[in-house]
């Protein structure tokens, strides 16, 4: 239990990759971590929420308020919570959105209101992730001091072979670790 009292944030975007994050979820849960998901509209399509409450013990956040109730989410709030926050998979649109301080939906409005280091796994094809608009893209993040978390090679869901895949959840539970550690 060695995150116990450590909170995180996992954010995540509408990418093939986000069927990794529950595990992730559960490894940083069983270190004692306290977890609370947040989804674009998007990702809730790639992964339920239902997996990914019941791993977090808490329910997710992707809308910024519920339009029938009124009741709204604080990302002020949980900015101020969060000790770390992941933004994994990272998709181009949102990192374009957050590279851009486009706080259009919950997920990239809690970004701009983070108040601790912040780490993001970007995620998508090869040739996407050349694009020009992508690397200026991650260059910004970085320049923000936020830390890159390095996409691998290998086989893409779209069946071709490069660089874009998202990093295995589990050396990203080890990355996040180290970094939770050293935070008193
Ligand atoms: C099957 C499928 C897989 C996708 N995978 C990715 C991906 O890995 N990376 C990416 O940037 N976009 C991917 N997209 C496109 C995004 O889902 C799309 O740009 C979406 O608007 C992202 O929204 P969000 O960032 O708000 O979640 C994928 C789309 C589909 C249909």
């Known amino acids: 239990m060695e995150l116990k009292g450590k909170n995180v944030v996992i954010a995540i975007t509408g990418s093939i990759a986000a069927y990794k994050i529950p595990l992730l979820v559960r490894l940083l849960k069983k270190e004692g971590a ?9 990702a809730r399509d790639f992964v ?4 990914l409450s019941t791993l977090s013990g808490r329910p997710v956040i992707s809308q910024p308020f519920d339009a029938l109730t009124g009741q709204w989410s604080n990302h ?8 770390l926050m992941l933004f994994a998979p990272l998709s181009a649109a949102s990192m374009g ?3 851009n301080a486009i706080a259009d939906n919950f997920l990239t409005t809690l970004y701009i209101a983070a108040k601790c280091p912040v780490y993001f796994a970007p995620a998508m094809d090869l040739d996407m992730y ?8 991650i260059e910004t993040l970085q320049s923000y001091g936020n830390t890159l978390i390095q996409p691998q090679e290998g086989e893409l869901a779209s069946g071709l072979c490069g660089a874009g895949r ?11 670790k180290e970094t939770l550690k050293k935070k008193t």
């Open 34 to 42: 306290d977890v609370q998901v947040v989804m674009t509209p998007v």
């Open 48 to 51: 339920t929420p239902l997996t």
């Open 76 to 83: 002020v709030e949980l900015g101020r919570w969060a000790h």
């Open 97 to 99: 959105k957050m590279a």
């Open 130 to 137: 050349k694009h020009p608009a992508n690397q200026k893209n």
């Open 166 to 176: 998202m990093e295995e959840p589990e050396v990203i539970f080890d990355i996040l």
